[in-house]
């Protein structure tokens, strides 16, 4: 299927690895414009080398941006000039009791998994209604519907990205401007890995047969997602044929929530 993608310029926070490095990779397929962004020039250096081998011809760059510092931020606006795609993919995740988590680490986590949209949302979005074309892509997560207990500062997070993907939808009617968020489910990203200790310590499917049956039992397919499976959906939205899809939360979680919408 063509995804009509091709010359399209797009975005993608916090894509050097994992979800955002897969979209990055599915779009530069489809012939889009890509602007990757990691958090030093190393890292994005690397996820370059990476795509180009798998997609020669992709169209890709990349600009570093740490979005808990807000003068990289401004300066990163100014670098990507016109964009027709923004995924605001970029988020930090740490298991904490509720009862541990300091003020401090409540304002990272908002500033970064919140206000990075925020910000460049609020950047990008005149350019797109003044071309009468053009997505906004929240990459939320089940969390921020069911709400886990061992990191509720991220929970928060994910349910904002919700509000605010719905809140801006609402600017957008009666254009071909849209803003939708996809929930990914638990995804085998190099974080997950790291943190399940998968490859070091246990192998995927310890791993998966333990965490589905404790933390994750409503889960339908009973295994982690891949990062394309995530990918694929973000890319369909990304399209213009995603054009009646618009404040829409699309779930890619494997069943783990338990409602039909």
């Keep these: 299927m063509d995804l009509q993608l091709n010359d399209k310029r797009v975005f993608i926070s916090g894509s050097t690895k994992g979800i955002g490095k897969a979209i990055a990779q599915t779009l530069a397929a489809e012939g889009a414009t890509v602007i990757i962004n990691g958090r030093s020039k190393e890292t994005i250096d690397t996820a370059l080398k990476d795509i180009k ?70 950047a990008f979005l005149p350019q797109m209604l003044k071309r009468d074309w053009g997505r906004i892509i929240f990459i939320s997560s089940e969390s921020g519907i069911n709400i886990p207990e061992e990191m509720v500062h991220y929970g928060m997070t994910k349910t904002a990205q919700l509000a605010l993907s719905r809140g801006i939808a609402e600017s957008t009617k009666g254009t071909k401007v849209t803003v939708n968020s996809v929930l990914p489910g638990p995804t085998l990203s190099e974080g997950v890995k790291e943190f399940a200790g998968i490859g070091e310590e246990q192998s995927r499917e310890e791993v998966e047969k333990k965490f589905f049956k404790t933390e994750r039992p409503s889960s339908l397919i009973q295994r982690f997602a891949e990062p394309q499976e995530v990918a694929n959906m973000v890319a369909y939205v990304a399209s213009p044929l995603s054009s009646a899809t618009n404040g829409a939360a699309l779930k890619v979680d494997g069943g783990v929530v338990k409602t039909a919408f």
């Design 53 to 122: 081998k798998e997609v020669p011809n992709a169209k890709i760059s990349g600009i570093a941006c740490d979005f808990g510092k807000l003068d990289e931020i401004e300066s990163l606006i100014k670098g990507c000039g016109e964009i027709d795609i923004l995924i605001n993919n970029v988020g930090i995740f740490e298991p904490v009791d509720f009862l541990d988590i300091k003020d401090a680490d409540w304002q990272k986590f908002y500033d970064i998994n919140v206000l990075s949209g925020v910000r460049l949302s609020r």
